[in-house]
């Protein structure tokens, strides 16, 4: 028999975890509508890099579940696996958060798998700790009489990010949608699954028909360098006082 609290049902629920990120508040941040948003996504203020900028979250920390940070973890979070190596297989290097990740996911091993003590300690001890991929886009709203001249941020998780970054490298399926001249709009469909923040649903498709912009001249010289929305970095120190409060 397998053993194992968690199923990969509930790991795959950890990784896409969707939200819009820290732009609640900051007229910066592109605020997705429920329904239909008909977005552009812009090239990178520096042409040299990707239209995109990505890392990851640890949300819910501390104490009272009200803190985050970025993830430390260097090549990213969860931490590094070696294929021949099963033992070393979920061990983090640098981050805290990562750390104890790791270290109650291998604990989670010991329940059943499919058990309900296992899925409750995976809810419990192990899911809480996981980092949220984030990426970074500039957009603009080629369709909307006031914002069609701005160029905003979206902030959001892999649901949203991952589809666009995939057919951005696929010419099969279209390749570079932010050219200016000959890319394309992008549809993004917001659905509320319930009350809370994080029941929401995103379903992300590229529009076939290229749509040059007719106002990229504006548009090019306000655009922001993604490098600049990434969340500073702490110190592991730093981050431990934050998980102990």
């Known amino acids: 028999k397998r053993k194992g609290g968690n199923s990969q049902m509930d790991e795959f629920r950890d990784m896409w975890e969707e939200g819009e990120g820290d732009g609640e508040k900051d007229e910066r941040y592109e605020q997705l509508d429920e329904g239909k948003n008909v977005l552009r996504v812009m090239p990178n203020k520096d042409p040299d890099d990707p239209f995109f900028e990505s890392y990851a979250m640890h949300f819910n920390m501390g104490p009272d579940k009200e803190d985050k940070f970025r993830c430390i973890e260097p090549g990213g979070p969860f931490g590094h696996s070696k294929k021949k190596d099963k033992q070393r297989a979920y061990r983090a290097k640098a981050c805290p958060a990562c750390k104890i990740y790791c270290r109650n996911k291998t604990k989670s091993r010991a329940f059943k798998f499919g058990s309900k003590e296992g899925k409750s300690f995976w809810r419990k001890k192990v899911a809480p700790w996981r980092a949220k991929h984030r990426f970074v886009f500039g957009t603009n709203r080629p369709k909307s009489k006031s914002k069609r001249k701005k160029v905003k941020v979206l902030d959001c998780g892999v649901m949203i990010g991952q589809p666009?970054?995939?057919?951005?490298?696929?010419?099969?399926?279209?390749?570079?949608?932010?050219?200016?001249?000959?890319?394309?709009?992008?549809?993004?469909?917001?659905?509320?699954?319930?009350?809370?923040?994080?029941?929401?649903?995103?379903?992300?498709?590229?529009?076939?028909?290229?749509?040059?912009?007719?106002?990229?001249?504006?548009?090019?010289?306000?655009?922001?360098?993604?490098?600049?929305?990434?969340?500073?970095?702490?110190?592991?120190?730093?981050?431990?006082?934050i998980i102990e409060g």
Not at 205 to 230: E, H, N, S
């Open 164 to 241: 666009l970054i995939q057919a951005f490298y696929d010419e099969n399926m279209g390749g570079d949608f932010t050219n200016p001249k000959t890319g394309r709009n992008i549809v993004i469909t917001k659905t509320k699954l319930g009350s809370q923040a994080n029941e929401v649903e995103y379903k992300t498709v590229i529009v076939p028909d290229r749509t040059p912009l007719k106002l990229w001249k504006v548009l090019k010289k306000r655009l922001p360098d993604l490098k600049t929305f990434v969340p500073d970095a702490l110190e592991a120190d730093a981050i431990m006082a």
